[in-house]
């Protein structure tokens, strides 16, 4: 006879989650605020060495639904610095989601400037050709551009507002659930 149903909740969907971008365009700041580690958004620059994963659950209400659900979430902050970068699809063949961190104009690139008119390398866009655009988006922090590049939506994101990066989080991860 099978058990009778509980009332109690099932675990939380563990979704891989991949941040990639340029160097010094904030990614693991971004990480850190978003795995609630304290001091999280520092101004301090230290250069990510291959890659870091956070873990931590967070709420979110998917796309398309009325409830709200509990998600755990593996964040793979991947450096941005260009001798890693073909590490990335190797090292999280299969993601979720990704999320492309567009660096500020004054930032310094290492892993090469995107193209006039973009936001990001469009090589970066060509790594993980599984992901469906609508599991993808581009963290711009400049006003430059609002539309999508290549299908992926842009969310506008301040180093200097919390909010704005926990909010466009969000809202990838409810299209990702």
């Known amino acids: 006879m099978p058990p009778a149903a509980s009332s109690r ?3 939380p969907q563990k979704l891989q989650v991949c941040l990639v971008g340029d160097s010094a ?3 693991t700041a971004m990480a850190n605020h978003l ?3 304290a001091g999280s958004l520092s101004t301090s620059y230290t250069p990510t060495q ?3 994963v956070l873990e931590f659950d967070t709420r979110v209400v998917p796309a398309g639904k009325t409830r709200e659900t509990s998600v755990a979430i593996e964040l793979w902050d991947l450096s941005g610095q260009k001798r890693y970068a073909a590490c990335w699809p190797v090292l999280v063949p299969h993601p ?3 999320i492309y961190v567009s660096a500020p104009p004054e930032a310094t690139t290492a892993t090469g400037a995107a193209a006039p008119n973009t936001l990001v390398n469009p090589r970066w ?3 993980y050709p599984d992901v469906a655009p609508e599991q993808q988006a581009i963290f711009a922090q400049h006003d430059g551009h609002r539309a999508a590049q290549d299908g992926i939506r842009v969310a506008r994101v301040d180093l200097r507002n919390p909010e704005s990066i926990a909010e466009a989080f969000h809202s990838v991860i409810a ?3």
């Open 35 to 37: 795995a609630e580690i």
């Open 175 to 177: 299209r990702a659930v």
């Open 125 to 127: 866009l060509q790594l």
């Open 9 to 11: 909740k099932s675990a």
């Open 25 to 27: 365009a904030g990614k």
């Open 50 to 52: 291959g890659c870091r």
């Open 96 to 98: 979720h989601a990704v």
